[in-house]
């Protein structure tokens, strides 16, 4: 029974463990995917030194197995949890349903060569890292208060995440010679700006612009800097390309504190 205790007193370090694993996982995942070049055949090859591919895969591999065995352990407490604590079993579903769905559709994720399949692979890697996040922010302030959001604040997260989509999206369809995919991207980006600017202008008005609204609004910034600045390369540097794509979950893990931290009446 003092085991069992123990373990329950470590969850939210589980957690905060599981986010950093989830992006070690998506770093990993990305850097692979973004290195993947064509052959005169059509046939993906990966770019990397073998000795640097080989250590990245053994990384995305010992870090998906980590955080299976966390997500199972997440869920179980939660369920045991779920009549004191109801608000913590949501985002341990959520966190386990992520991880299945991500080993299925491992072995097809490899290069870019469904696009389908890139566009899930990312989407959901980032909705692991925030599932994991959310958990730990909940968790750390004991409330269920801070396990809900407005309908403002889902649709702020629901913006996001097309965004995050057609950038994945695009990033696949280039490396096939498909361009247009990248202004459905830019539109998406758009929309997103738009949404963020209401935040940050609603907050500034209520004298409450908080710490991570204004991270949220600077790596958004950066990386709409870097993907300009990618636009104007061919090829993409591969370094700048992986920075940008991982500025993606840091403005997502930005958003989040600032949704769950500001009081209902500040959000737009």
Known sequence: MSSFMDLK???PNLSLFGTFLSLLILGSSMLLRLSTVFDMDGLAQNSLPANLEWATRLLHRLCA???????????????????????????????????LVLALIGPLTPGYRLASITVINVS????????FW?????????SAAHACMDGAAQLTCGVYFLHIATGAGAS????????????????????????TGLTILKQHEMRTLSSPTQAWAGLLI??????YALMGENPRPLALSLIHGMLSP?????????????PAPNRI
């Open 9 to 11: 007193k470590s969850i």
């Open 65 to 99: 197995s980590c955080v299976a065995l966390i997500a199972l352990v997440s869920v179980i407490q939660s369920w045991f949890d779920r009549l004191d604590q109801p608000w913590r079993f949501k985002p341990s579903f959520w966190i386990f349903s992520l991880t």
């Open 124 to 131: 959901c890697g980032i909705a692991l890292v925030l599932a």
């Open 134 to 142: 959310f958990l730990h922010l909940i968790q750390t302030r004991h």
């Open 172 to 195: 696949a369809f280039e490396r096939h010679g498909v361009h247009w995919p990248v202004f459905v991207h830019l539109a998406s980006l758009l929309l997103f700006s738009i949404v």
């Open 222 to 227: 950066i990386q709409i800097v870097m993907g």
């Open 250 to 262: 840091l403005v997502a893990l930005a958003m989040v504190c600032a949704l769950l931290t500001t």
